[in-house]
Structure formats: C-alpha cells, structure tokens
C-alpha cells in the first residue's frame, strides 16, 4: 500500500485542553508493516519564552522538518513538556540526521530518546 509523502506538520500540544495520548496519535508502521523509528527531544525553557521566540522556533522546526518531508511522517512539539517528538521512516542513520539538523537550527533542543529500527 502506497502512501503519500508530503511536508510534516507540527502538532502543538500541550494546550488547554488534555489531548488523545501520544502513543495512539502516533503511527507505528507504514502502509506496508514496517515499523517507524522515533526520537524524542527537550528544548528547555520553551514554553516560557516570549512568544515572539516560541514562534521563531516553532518555524525552524517546521523548515527543518518540511527539508526532511520525505523521511519525517509525524511531528509533535508539546509546549508543556517542552518536548518535540518526531516519526520517521526507517534507515540507518535517519533519525540522527534529523535530530542533528534540528539541533543545528534550534540549539538548545537535545536529543533525549531515539527507537532505532534498520528495517
């Protein structure tokens, strides 16, 4: 089964109103049956800044993310947590490259957690 590839969009969460959990938002596997890999980073202190800079940042995630469109299938900043969570498509080395390109734009983000498949 064939899917769409198209540019990420970053969900925010953490707003007013408690979302669905991120584990049943969150695909596991593509159309096909392979599992996704994913990675989880903290950008500290987010969600007290100014929102003239939370919005800086939240464009430099979505520029980092739309270059890498066709390896990145979900996105999610959550603001209370201070926390971008990110799906992509199976491959060595994949997550660590977007992690490191998400670093290079917003550098106080830190890779926390990464779910390496080589699928």
């Known amino acids: 089964m064939a899917e769409s590839v198209g540019a990420p969009q970053i969900i925010l969460s953490g707003g007013w109103t408690p979302g669905e959990p991120l584990h049943r938002r969150v695909p596991a596997r593509d159309g096909d049956g392979r599992p996704y890999n994913d990675f989880m980073m903290l950008i500290p202190g987010l969600r007290a800044r100014p929102h003239a800079v939370l919005e800086s940042v939240v464009r430099e995630l979505e520029l980092t993310l739309t270059r890498?469109?066709?390896l990145v299938v979900f996105?999610?900043?959550?603001?209370?947590l201070n926390v971008l969570w990110v799906t992509v498509r199976p491959g060595r080395d994949v997550a660590l490259q977007v992690a490191a390109a998400i670093h290079a734009r917003v550098p106080e983000a830190k890779l926390v957690a990464a779910n390496?498949?080589?699928v």
């Open 68 to 70: 890498f469109g066709h």
């Open 75 to 80: 996105a999610d900043l959550n603001l209370k």
């Open 116 to 118: 390496h498949r080589y």
